[in-house]
């Protein structure tokens, strides 16, 4: 079997061969004919004028410059003038504007797949808080008072980032911060949170709300049901190219709950958009500490204008 193989490959190395020497030696001739014309045609030239007379020379410096032309042509046109190399530039060029549209069309869906998701987050997010804050209204004013503050700070940043096709670390990690300031309070002493962000990062562009599921999925699924509650930390660093963010909470991770295996507000759907948004380059990986779980996000930084901006 090896052996057949291997014949066929020598077969189709010496096959290239030839044609690759068939093709040097019309180019060579070519070369040639064109050399003698350029030296022959020019003494004609000098050779009729001197002689005088009848003008003669045109002929056979029309005559053997078409048959240059046509040997020209029969020569590279296979190669240059619309033959099968520039059949296969053009189709590839085609292909390349095609697959634009195409990764273009892409995240024009995934933005609106995110924007679906914000919408279908708020939502159930908004009524929560209310209903919080009318039932401290009565028995503690001064938390509600508070929560409704810290509920105004959030909606005021979540309403810039659902109009905007590209926001930055910073403004992510301020709405993550206003977040959790509210779930604290219903929360109290059982959730405590960090937030640590590179500086050369804050103005880093990054999609509205691409980091708030996976908070709250550790939230919701790591941290409130666990009795003595816990930490999450988000962490935004560089390391080389790549701007990596994490969120890892202590809560009862994937060994204790089952739904946080990534399907609560859609991990693996949120892997698919990060991947189309940098085009293949970002990654999300989940990992089960035990307890707790550890989500990390990688992002390209080289060419970061990744985001279509609004055109003014």
């Known amino acids: 079997m090896n052996q057949t193989i291997a014949a066929h490959a020598d077969s189709l190395h010496q096959q290239a061969l030839r044609r690759a020497r068939k093709q040097a030696k019309e180019i060579r001739a070519f070369y040639i004919s ?137 403004q992510e990690f301020t709405l993550l911060r206003h977040y959790l300031d509210l779930i604290k309070i219903r929360m109290a002493d059982r959730l405590q949170y960090t937030l640590n962000l590179a500086p050369e990062l804050e103005s880093t562009p990054m999609a509205p709300m691409l980091l708030q599921p996976v908070v709250e999925n550790a939230i919701k699924h790591g941290l409130e049901p666990k009795v003595e509650g816990g930490i999450v930390a988000i962490d935004a660093r560089r390391e080389g190219d790549l701007m990596i963010v994490t969120v890892e909470d202590n809560g009862l991770g994937f060994s204790d709950n089952a739904d946080s295996k990534g399907t609560g507000l859609g991990l693996s759907n949120l892997r698919e958009r990060i991947a189309v948004l940098y085009e293949g380059r970002a990654t999300l990986d989940i990992a089960d500490l035990n307890p707790g779980t550890r989500i990390r996000i990688s992002v390209p930084l080289l060419d970061n204008d990744i985001f279509p901006r609004k055109k003014s």
Do not use: C
Request: aromatic share 10%; charged share 20%.
């Open 34 to 170: 064109a050399s003698m014309y350029a030296i022959i045609i020019p003494l004609l030239w000098i050779l009729n004028l001197a002689i005088g007379g009848k003008i003669w020379a045109y002929w056979p410096t029309i005559g053997w410059g078409i048959g240059l032309t046509v040997h020209g042509l029969s020569v590279f046109a296979g190669r240059s003038f619309f033959g099968n190399e520039w059949e296969e530039r053009k189709v590839e060029e085609l292909m390349a504007r095609e697959n634009l549209k195409v990764v273009s069309g892409e995240k024009q869906l995934v933005q609106a797949q995110m924007r679906m998701l914000q919408a279908q987050i708020e939502p159930h997010f908004l009524f929560n808080t209310l209903a919080n804050i009318q039932s401290l209204i009565v028995r503690a004013p001064d938390k509600a008072s508070l929560m409704m503050d810290n509920f105004i700070a959030y909606l005021r940043e979540s309403l810039s980032a659902s109009r905007a096709q590209e926001g930055t670390v910073q």
